[in-house]
C-alpha cells in the first residue's frame, strides 16, 4: 500500500516537471483534447438516448 502510494507520488511529481518543462501551451492542449473527448463522449450518449427514448428528450429539449 505505501509502496503504491509513494510511486504514485513520484509519478505525480514528475510530471509536474515535466509539466514546467514543456510549459503551459502544452498543458492548454492537453486540456483542450480532454475537452473535446468529453464532448465527443457527452455527443454520442445524447445521440444514443435519443434513440432510445425519443419522446423523453424532446420533452426535455423543450
Do not use: D, F
Amino acid at each position: 500500500m505505501t509502496a503504491e502510494l509513494e510511486s504514485g507520488h513520484a509519478k505525480a511529481s514528475h510530471s509536474i516537471s515535466l509539466r514546467a518543462k514543456n510549459g503551459i501551451s502544452n498543458t492548454r492542449r492537453r486540456w483542450r483534447e480532454r475537452k473535446e473527448m468529453l464532448w465527443k463522449i457527452a455527443g454520442l450518449v445524447r445521440s444514443s438516448y435519443r434513440n432510445l427514448r425519443p419522446k423523453q428528450c424532446k420533452k426535455q429539449e423543450r
